[in-house]
């Protein structure tokens, strides 16, 4: 994936943003002015996935606030095969900068980018040998495991969960940070909080094996609740919204945690999510687009990498559970927060970006 969002920064109502129509071209036509043009292929989630997607548009967005003479545009993609000829579509219209989200785009975006080595590309959620692809990643085990802490430490059952989209390496980032999580409150607390859904030793778990579809999250997450959890991570796009939804009808029996975006800006069912694994995606794809447009080379090594030390990952607020936090473990989490950014406690997983 993929996948997700922002620290505090997460606080834009996507929901609103992503409402699925392409928009126009500014044309600038009389002005004597050429605008610099930033062009988006979606992956199959779509625009409005209430997740990377959607925070991606919203930094096009804000890169266009920022510098009136950006145009931007998006296609959305409706199946895997539609990568290359929508990333081939913006390089024929001569884009200026072409933007590609998600990991699942990874080898579709390095066929076109080295077919075009004149093309500036960027890519959300991998990093490719072409250099002029500029690479988007988030150490989100990191994120991960503030989740798995306070998952642990709120859990009245002593059993929580998590599943996946798919099992590549944006996605079971997430679930590795989370695992070890829970795993350091078990060490630091004399706990014996069981994690469903994923082991990290085995790198094998529970997955949608899709991120649109809501019945295949719910149905895995049915197979974790019935395992005892009581909070549950979906790292699977929309397919998460599944999960959710079912949280908030079982009237507290379970609760989640979002990942990318915030939960409580971007879906309708924040009373059931105790808080996000947030990507600041947006302000690393508006950064980029400004940059570029002001004439900066974008360097493709090292790119961009979003950690807790610089607020490309975190955890958003807890919106509705805020009071039903404990003080201390909310403290423990800043804590933990401040020892991973500053290197005191390390946070591994396979899946980090290199």
């Known amino acids: 994936m993929r996948i997700a969002s922002v620290v505090a920064a997460g606080g834009l109502v996507l929901g609103a943003a992503a409402c699925g129509e392409a928009p126009e071209e500014n044309n600038s036509a009389g002005s004597g002015e050429t605008k610099y043009s930033a062009c988006m292929v979606t992956d199959v989630g779509g625009i409005d996935d209430k997740s990377f ?10 890169a266009k ?11 959305p993609s409706k199946a895997e095969a539609e990568y290359e000829p929508n990333l081939t579509q913006y390089v024929n219209q001569k884009c200026d900068f072409i933007l590609a989200v998600g990991g699942l785009m990874a080898e579709a975006t ?4 080295k077919a075009n080595p004149n093309q500036q590309f960027g890519i959300v959620d991998a990093k490719l040998p072409e ?10 085990a990191q994120a991960g495991f503030l989740a798995g802490y306070l998952a642990a430490g709120m859990t009245q059952s002593g ?15 997430f679930m590795d940070g989370y695992v070890d999580g829970v795993a350091h409150y078990n060490q630091t607390k004399s706990g014996s909080v069981k994690v469903v859904g994923w082991d990290k030793a085995s790198q094998n778990g529970s997955f ?21 959890a009581d909070i549950i991570m979906p790292v699977a796009g929309g397919a998460g919204l599944g999960t959710t939804g079912a949280a908030q009808a079982s009237n507290g029996k379970y609760n989640t945690i979002w990942v990318d975006v915030d939960g409580c800006e971007s879906t309708q069912n924040c009373p ?25 080379q974008l360097s493709a090594d090292p790119g961009y990498l979003g950690n807790l030390a610089n607020d490309g990952v975190g955890l958003a607020p807890y919106h509705d559970f805020d009071s039903k936090v404990p003080a201390e473990l909310k403290a423990e989490v800043d804590k933990l927060k401040a020892d991973i950014a500053a290197g005191t406690i390390k946070v591994t997983s396979a899946a980090q970006p290199k």
């Open 131 to 140: 250099t002029n692809v500029y690479p988007m990643q988030f150490d989100t």
């Open 53 to 62: 997607n959607a925070s991606a548009w919203k930094g096009l967005e804000a």
């Open 110 to 113: 390095g066929k076109i980018a």
């Open 272 to 296: 059931a999510i105790i808080t996000t694994v947030v990507k600041n995606i947006a302000d690393a794809v508006k950064e980029a687009v400004v940059k570029a447009a002001g004439g900066e």
């Open 159 to 173: 059993t929580v969960g998590t599943y996946g989209g798919m099992k590549i390496p944006p996605v079971t980032i």
């Open 65 to 75: 606030a920022e510098n009136g003479n950006i145009d931007i545009k998006y296609v």
């Open 208 to 228: 949608t094996n899709d991120f649109i579809k809501q019945d295949e999250g719910k149905k895995v997450s049915d197979a974790l609740v019935a395992q005892g």
